[in-house]
């Protein structure tokens, strides 16, 4: 959980101060792996204080500090998940440890379930907004100072940021798909008719994650952007059970894919 003593633990384990922290969801921790081989600094969340070990196949729990086509940046393999029953502190305490530690911008990512049906399975999708069905809000309680008791979520995908990942596509070749996030709790996946709702509302993926993270990470004043890996169509859609298995191998199908976007984004991004 977020404490003086875990961000002093990260302060003096850190080999730098990043400009980037990227959260590696589901089946996407082969990035972490690869930049891990090529003299990062690994740091398992279980050297700081408070955090403990994830429990949830594909999610590595460590944090990477390296370098990413010349910048210096954090690679977070794994995550705190709410469904895990962990406090939503401990689920959002790694934003504000990098807020604190100085970072400026945050990319989060996450597999999801694709409900709009012109999307497939293995695309990536931009975040362009985000519905918070989490049942609660990580800012709840006493406000975290120096970040605002009401903070601004009208554009809580950095609108530039959009724009530079959807151009970094462009020129990779790479079908980038953009759309709104829908977070619940899990872990039981959705049933057909809530699927429905939710393509009501409007959303085109769903997950478990991001939500809770997206909005203390502009509590804390860092830039967002978002990706999602679309692993499955969600319930309903196609006439088969959802598993997680499906969700590992999918994310690992597009983990060359994905890996590419993120280095042409980290690259050139507007920070």
Sequence with gaps: MYSSEALQALKTKAPFV??????????????????????????????LPGFPAPTVAGHGGKLVFCEVEGRKVVLQAGRFHFYEGHPMPLVVAPMRLYGRLGVKAVLLTNAAGALNPAFSVGELMALSDHINFFGTNPLIGPNVEPGPRFPDMSAIYDPAFRTHLQACAQRLGQTLREGVYLGLTGPSYETPAEI?????????????????????????????????????????ILPQPLTHKEVLEAGAAAASRFEALVRAFVKDLPL
């Design 18 to 47: 990043p400009e980037l922290a990227i959260v590696l969801g589901s089946g996407l921790g082969a990035f972490a792996e690869s930049a891990a081989a090529q003299a990062g600094r690994s740091l398992p969340f279980t050297e």
């Design 196 to 236: 429905r709702a939710f393509r009501t509302l409007g959303a085109d993926a769903v997950g478990m994650s991001t939500v809770p993270e997206a909005i203390v990470a502009r509590h804390e004043g860092m830039r967002v952007a978002g990706i999602s890996c679309l692993c499955n169509m969600a319930a309903g």
